[in-house]
């Protein structure tokens, strides 16, 4: 069966400091992978989405970055946080029923 | 563009039925359903193609009417597990990402 997994669950970083989320998936090969960020309390935004290894297509302009490296892993980064970055990071991917489905999601606050 | 949800917020009592809807100003290809429990990630319901009508989960139905790009999920006798809040996610055919609307928080109570 597939999992899909993240960390760190939760991190907690100065601004001004860089970020590395990891999402990796296991079980399914060439999967579609999705960066989403959620604030307190609101809904899911896309961040990020690539269809295979190198291909990345950004949803937010900002001063996020993703990379894939690798068929079944895919990392966001950034080089210098903001407040405004903090929130709840989902990583997801999608099945070929066209299911989607998350990671439990990485808790980013930032001081 | 992010598709309409309401009600914002529903309280139920269980045992008591609702009706969440969700509206798009794209044509559709389909429409995902999430519910989102307070600090967890969103855990799939239901997927619904065109013309598709499904019983996914628990007593928990969905509708699609691809004409009015609109679907509707409806939760029948309502259990406290109910509780959460409700994304639809429509995708469009020429797209590979969903776009999610703002979530309809409910709150069943004993």
């Known amino acids: 069966s597939q999992t899909i997994h993240q960390w760190p669950a939760t991190l907690v970083q100065p601004v001004g400091s860089p970020l590395s989320l990891e999402c990796t998936v296991e079980g399914t090969s060439n999967p579609n992978l999705y960066w989403y960020r959620q604030a307190a309390g609101r809904g899911l935004q896309l961040l990020f989405y690539s269809v295979g290894i190198g291909q990345i297509s950004s949803e937010v302009p900002q001063n996020l970055s993703a990379s894939r490296p690798q068929d079944r892993q895919f990392i966001l980064s950034s080089k210098k946080l903001l407040l405004s970055d903090s929130g709840f990071y989902l990583c997801?991917?999608?099945?070929?029923?066209?299911?989607?489905?998350f990671g439990p999601g990485t808790r980013l606050t930032v001081l | 563009q992010q598709p309409v949800q309401s009600p914002q917020a529903v309280i139920l009592r269980e045992g008591e039925d609702a009706v969440i809807n969700c509206s798009s100003s794209?044509?559709?290809?389909?429409v995902h359903w999430y519910r989102q429990k307070h600090g967890e990630a969103p855990v799939f319901l239901m997927i619904?193609?065109?013309?598709?009508e499904q019983k996914g989960h628990e007593k928990i139905s969905a509708s699609f009417n691809e004409k009015k790009q609109q679907s509707s999920l409806y939760l029948t006798a309502s259990q406290l597990s109910y509780s959460g809040t409700y994304f639809c996610g429509p995708r469009r055919s020429n797209d590979y990402k969903l776009s999610f609307g703002a979530g309809t928080t409910v709150t069943v109570r004993a």
């Open positions: 794209k044509a559709l290809y389909s």
């Open positions: 619904l193609l065109k013309g598709g």
């Open positions: 997801a991917w999608n099945s070929a029923t066209d299911t989607q489905y």
